[in-house]
Structures are given as structure tokens and as C-alpha cells.
């Protein structure tokens, strides 16, 4: 992130393991690829920039999850 003060807003939380990889459309793949979601107890939101959201959005697609556990919502397009 940019600013890491904007992660403090989440840090009380207790039971979730946040990995913050904003800006790098890479890296974010990267890490997708060796994530062991489960078969039948996950849910999936991607946002940000609309290019970056379309094209994370098609892995799992391509991946046949759910997609009543899958969201992805573009935020900003970049002009």
C-alpha cells in the first residue's frame, strides 16, 4: 500500500490473515497461484482498477469456483 496507516482500520480484527499486494497486478496473480482455497468455505472479492479486476476475476473463473462465492467489482478505471 501507498499509505500503511490505511491498513490499520483492519488490524483489531481477530481470525483472518490479510496480506495487503495493492499496485501490482503481478504480485497479486502471483500470490492467487499458490493459494490453497477450500472446496466448500471461502468467499472471493476482488476490486480495485477496472482492467486489473476484469482480468483477476478470469482466473477463477477459469478455475470453476462458485461464483455465488465469487465477487469482483471495478472501483476506478483508469483513463
Request: hydrophobic share 40%; glycine share 4%; aromatic share 12%.
Amino acid at each position: 500500500m501507498r499509505d500503511n496507516a490505511c491498513q490499520d482500520y483492519l488490524a483489531h480484527l481477530d481470525g483472518f490473515n490479510i496480506e495487503w499486494l495493492a499496485h501490482d497486478e503481478q504480485a497479486v496473480d502471483a500470490r492467487l497461484a499458490q493459494m490453497q482455497i477450500p472446496a466448500d468455505d471461502y468467499f472471493i472479492w476482488i476490486t480495485g482498477e477496472g482492467k486489473v479486476v476484469k482480468n483477476l476475476s478470469r482466473r477463477f473463473e477459469a478455475e470453476q469456483y462458485d461464483p455465488q462465492r465469487v465477487r469482483a467489482a471495478a472501483y476506478w478505471h483508469a483513463k
